[in-house]
């Protein structure tokens, strides 16, 4: 398990009590996970996955502000508006999105089947879909995934195989992702253990707004939905809401956040900020992962903008860099075209002075008060020809600051998205 997101936020801090661990989304008690192959696009693909609570949670979600919205996520909104859930379904292969009337009803159907086969009411099942986008959804197939899933998830199994089970349904809900992005840990209090787990996807139409691609977190913490809720918006705005792919916000974004309370632990105020802090490591980790495997990409950018005078202005400029197409191709081209960089800050929106500013990629001072300085091409193109890059802006106006992260682009992304529904 990758530990950088870890040691960065906690850098100057004491050791968190908390650490990674096996298990995926199904590693808190009482949840428990099957991902299934139902043939929605591809014959051998698992497509179908399944997450339950053993009892009814407390929940929370974001989601996109693209002003067209799948029929899915228009579904679990509103189941959503009680705070209670107690399953969530996703598919992969098929978008649910922009067909009318049977959108809609596709949607209810996976939440109907859900809770058939589970034994819960459909209100307290959310419902999730990724693919392409005007096809309707093929039902019976997934339907019958569904029945498949929960089959495996009546099943008595061991940890380890729920283990596989989690990465199975991880699997699931990938489209064109190259890597599954899936996170647990635990936190030690002081009645006991508290476990997270996570899984995501996304690899293209990446640029979320109050939303990622499609992520799912669980927890067997008790927290009340309006706690979780606002804990999750926070989350997202410095995870998720800072990674830019090709700068397209989907119809289709949301993350969900399950919380059942099954370990029986209400958290102190200090143990709720260590909760908060492994709870913002998972979406990094996750929204990190996200960047690194965006469509044909070959480098992982990330960009860090200090000393701004808002932080809001720095997580625009960073964002602006991370979606510019020409830093991206710059990037590939393994190309120290630092005025690209100033340009694309420039043009964020945020309020900053550009005579100020000093650019480093990696440790390479390349420009300090709004102009170039002398520095080695060679030492530049060492650190932009490593698969990480860190661009970093000092603007030198305050203490606020934010990092983003992206890739850069390649000709393999075009290939993807040319053919993307064949």
Not at 77 to 102: F, R, T, W, Y
Not at 109 to 130: H, N, Q, R, W, Y
Not at 350 to 376: C, M, N, R, T, W
């Amino acid at each position: 398990m990758d530990n950088t997101t870890q040691s960065k936020e906690n850098k100057g801090e004491p050791q968190p009590k908390w650490s990674w661990i096996e298990g995926g989304i199904a590693a808190p008690q009482g949840f428990r996970a099957a991902g299934v192959k139902a043939e929605i696009k591809y014959p051998d693909k698992y497509d179908v996955a399944l997450v339950y609570s053993e009892v009814p949670a407390q929940a929370a979600g974001v989601f996109t502000r693209n002003k067209v919205k799948a029929h899915p996520l228009i579904l679990t909104k509103k189941h959503l508006e009680n705070g209670i859930a107690q399953a969530m379904v996703a598919n992969s292969g098929n978008a649910n999105a922009c067909v009318g009337k049977p959108g809609d009803e596709a949607a209810w159907a996976m939440a109907v089947k859900t809770a058939e086969v589970l034994g819960i009411a459909p209100e307290d099942v959310l419902v999730a879909s990724t693919g392409v986008i005007g096809v309707e959804l093929p039902v019976e197939s997934v339907t019958r995934g569904i029945e498949k899933a929960s089959l495996e998830i009546a099943e008595k199994i061991s940890p380890e195989e729920m283990t596989q089970n989690s990465h199975q349904a991880a699997l699931a809900i990938m489209t064109t992702d190259t890597a599954v992005k899936e996170a647990a840990c635990e936190l030690s209090t002081e009645h006991g253990v508290i476990r997270l787990g996570a899984m995501a996807k996304g690899s293209g139409m990446i640029h979320p707004n109050m939303g990622t691609m499609l992520g799912f977190i669980t927890t067997d913490a008790a927290i009340p939905a309006a706690e979780l809720q606002e804990l999750l918006r926070e989350a997202v705005e410095d995870s998720f809401n800072m990674v830019t792919v090709d700068g397209d916000t989907s119809t289709n974004d949301m993350v969900l956040v399950l919380a059942n309370g099954k370990s029986g632990i209400t958290l102190n105020p200090e143990e709720w900020a260590e909760f908060r802090r492994m709870f913002w490591a998972v979406c990094q980790k996750l929204a990190q992962d996200i960047a690194r495997d965006g469509e044909g990409a070959t480098k992982f950018l990330e960009v860090q903008v200090l000393g701004a005078a808002a932080v809001e202005d720095a997580r625009k400029i960073a964002k602006s860099i991370c979606g510019s197409s020409l830093v991206k191709t710059a990037l590939y081209g393994e190309d120290a075209n630092w005025g690209r960089i100033l340009a694309a800050a420039g043009y964020s929106g945020a309020e900053f002075i550009p005579d100020q500013v000093e650019i480093y990629l990696g440790h390479v001072l390349v420009a300090k008060e709004g102009q170039g300085v002398h520095f080695s091409e060679v030492e530049a193109k060492e650190v932009l020809s490593k698969k990480d890059v860190l661009i970093k802006l000092l603007l030198q106006e305050g203490q606020a600051q934010a990092t983003a992260w992206g890739c850069d682009l390649t000709h393999d992304y075009v290939t993807i998205n040319g053919d993307y529904r064949t």
